[in-house]
């Protein structure tokens, strides 16, 4: 956590294996609550984030809560089944656009932005699954000014339906990342999971902020 005595941010660092404490004998002390601490201080000066509808490009991180919350929530059986899915009736129907774009660089999909966000460090993420609608907040962001990243931002949360946002899929990246372990719950229980992904740019997000577009 870090304050400058009006704000207070926080920084976050996640690793994890499928194993024991030898984690912790290859994990740096200094190193691994200095990078947490750094994403606080560095929060600290970045700007409030943007409010209304932008071209919006995932880091891996924030795919990997994307498919997590937004999608991977909305296809279990028992809600598929017990018809409080968006997804019941839907089998053998595309969701998203199969886009062209697959394999792109990031560069490249920054080049098709004129005025944007870029989100990373996913944090959490919420899905109200009757509705089909969820909410992602990013640890980091910066704006996307002329195909190129600009300044950095802090509280920054997007919302859409799981459904607009698949079929607004445009471009997808030719990098893939799972670096987000943690553990998810349902009805009591809980079991450690991991999620990530490529670079994905979607169009039409609403993201929330305290500034006006």
Not at 7 to 14: A, S, V, Y
Not at 141 to 155: F, Q
Not at 168 to 180: L, Q, R, S, T
Request: hydrophobic share 40%; with cysteine.
């Amino acid at each position: 956590m870090a304050t400058d005595g009006k704000i207070l941010q926080r920084g976050t660092e996640h690793r994890g294996i499928m194993g024991g404490a030898e984690l912790l004998r290859q994990t740096e002390p200094d190193a691994f609550s200095g990078q947490a601490a750094r994403k606080a201080l560095a929060a600290l000066k970045a700007k409030p984030a943007p409010a209304g509808r932008f071209t919006v490009i995932f880091h891996p991180s924030i795919t990997g809560l994307l498919v997590h919350e937004a999608l991977g929530h909305n296809a279990e059986a028992d809600a598929v089944w017990a018809g409080q899915s968006i997804l019941e009736g839907r089998l053998g129907d595309r969701l998203a656009p199969g886009p062209n774009g697959v394999g792109v660089p990031l560069d490249e999909m920054l080049r098709g932005v004129q005025r944007g966000v870029y989100l990373e460090d996913g944090h959490w993420g919420y899905v109200f699954v009757q509705k089909g609608q969820f909410i992602c907040h990013a640890g980091q962001a910066h704006m996307i000014e002329n195909g190129a990243l600009g300044e950095p931002l802090r509280d920054v949360s997007i919302s859409s339906l799981t459904l607009d946002v698949l079929a607004n899929i445009d471009a997808v990246g030719n990098d893939f990342e799972m670096k987000m372990p943690g553990m998810c719950g349902k009805g009591g229980q809980s079991a450690p999971i991991d999620c990530g992904g490529p670079h994905v740019r979607v169009a039409d997000v609403v993201v929330g902020g305290q500034q006006g577009v």
